[in-house]
Nanobody, 124 residues
Framework: VQLQASGGGLVQTGGSLRLSCEAS????????MGWFRQTPGKEREFVAA????????YYDGSVNNRFTISRDNRKNMVYLQMNSLKPEDTAVYYC??????????????????WGQGTQVTVSS
């Protein structure tokens, strides 16, 4: 089982990035997919999640109305469109997969599979 995240980079405040995560060796449509982020010295924090058929999404309040999570079950891909980026969005971003239902308030311990992370840096 593997998750491969990509799309990170350096962007100016107010800019946009689109992160992608490709899943392999799993039945993608069985999994809830999420994005988390982590900065040095801090715990990994929830960013966004989408359920198996894309009819439920959750976002952390700090990214609401700026970030959009989506998935394509035909391509085994999940995306995070990030707009109006701020310096405080700077972090390593991880995609994660969870078997079972999507609930509000799930944290990193509730996810079973993790990708390797992609760095997002927002300059002021």
């Amino acid at each position: 089982v593997q998750l491969q995240a990509s799309g990170g980079g350096l962007v100016q405040t107010g800019g946009s990035l689109r992160l992608s995560c490709e899943a392999s060796r799993l039945t993608f449509s069985d999994y809830v997919m999420g994005w988390f982020r982590q900065t040095p010295g801090k715990e990994r924090e929830f960013v966004a999640a989408v359920n198996q058929n894309s009819d439920i999404t959750y976002y952390d309040g700090s990214v609401n109305n700026r970030f959009t999570i989506s998935r394509d079950n035909r391509k085994n891909m999940v995306y995070l469109q990030m707009n109006s980026l701020k310096p405080e969005d700077t972090a390593v971003y991880y995609c994660a997969a969870r078997l079972g239902r999507l609930y509000k308030g799930l944290d990193s311990a509730d996810y079973h599979v993790w990708g390797q992370g992609t760095q997002v840096t927002v300059s002021s």
